[in-house]
């Protein structure tokens, strides 16, 4: 890992894993990392918790691409984002000597609403109806109008969030080595008026997506952006791209990716 070792501990209060954190840190000290209280001073930043944690650290930390970020779950179970178990520390410290650990990278989705607001995405973006009804998007790929969408509403995931909100809506998972993004709709109402692909599909990274909701009364839809939700607001326009920027995650040797989508799922 370098000389960068100034290190931020990112986690939510529990004092039943307080214990755990406090000698994780310990014996990150020992291992002559310095911990720091102020992330924006860190060089490592590492996430406590399980995906839902890891999302949360990127976020506060702004999605910065200058600095590593650990994810440690503190469940049996692994997760995508965490190479690391909260009771396994013996693993962490036999990686760090043994340079059994080299750097992943993973795209990350840019969101312009309305032409002046401007976010980040790890897992996905999610445009959800806010009320019993369903409401029209006006979908365009560059300058195509692609299709007008009827439904609940649509999803546009990241190759690493392919696992997540996407997948349940039957996506394709995506090697996180390809930089794109996947667009699939959440209960599309096809009849002889509405008519829509019905399939997911996926972008290149030099394309566009623009998201026009119709404003026809039903124009509050629900803006999710990883796990936080927007507040609602009155959305006309939502421009998605590929970002520039990446997300550098530690990884364990013989860890891809598709060893944690085999270990997850099947
Ligand atoms: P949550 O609703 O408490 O948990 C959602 C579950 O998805 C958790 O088990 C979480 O793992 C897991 N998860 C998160 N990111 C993942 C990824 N990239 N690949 C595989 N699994 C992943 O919310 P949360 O923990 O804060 O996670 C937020 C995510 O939930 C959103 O970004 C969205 O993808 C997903 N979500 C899914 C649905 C759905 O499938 N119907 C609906 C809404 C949101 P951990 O337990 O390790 O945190």
């Keep these: 890992m370098g000389t960068r070792r100034n290190m931020f501990f990112s986690y939510k209060n529990d004092p039943a894993k307080q214990k755990d954190i406090e000698n994780l840190m310990s014996i990150a000290k020992d291992q002559g990392f310095e911990i720091v209280t102020n992330q924006e001073e860190a060089n490592i930043i590492v996430a406590v918790g399980g995906d839902g944690a890891f999302l ?63 976010f980040h995405c790890l897992n996905e973006l999610s445009v959800r109806s806010s009320i019993i009804k369903t409401f029209v998007i006006d979908v365009f790929i560059d300058e195509l109008h692609f299709e007008t ?9 990241t190759p690493t969030g392919s696992t997540a909100y996407n997948r349940s809506l039957n996506g394709a998972v995506v090697d996180p080595r390809i930089s794109c993004m996947q667009i699939s709709e959440i209960a599309s109402l096809n009849n002889n008026q509405f008519r829509t692909l019905g399939s997911s599909f ?39 791209e ?23 799922f099947l």
């Design 56 to 118: 949360q650290a990127v976020r506060r930390s702004g999605f910065r691409d200058d600095c590593l970020y650990v994810g440690v779950t503190d469940e049996e179970e692994a997760s995508l984002y965490c190479d690391f178990n909260l009771h396994n520390t013996e693993e962490m410290i036999e990686a760090v000597h043994t340079a059994g650990v080299s750097v992943r990278r993973y795209p990350v989705i840019d969101v312009h609403l309305d032409g002046h607001t401007h």
């Design 242 to 264: 590929m970002s520039g920027k990446i997300i550098k995650t530690v990884k364990l040797k013989d860890n891809s990716f598709w060893h944690k989508v085999q270990r997850t």
């Design 202 to 240: 996926i972008l290149g990274d030099s394309r566009k997506l623009t998201l026009q909701i119709v404003q026809d009364g039903n124009d509050y839809p629900i803006i999710g952006l990883d796990n936080e939700a927007l507040s609602i607001q009155n959305i006309k326009n939502i421009e998605v």
């Design 149 to 157: 969408f009827r439904g609940d509403g649509i999803v546009v995931a």
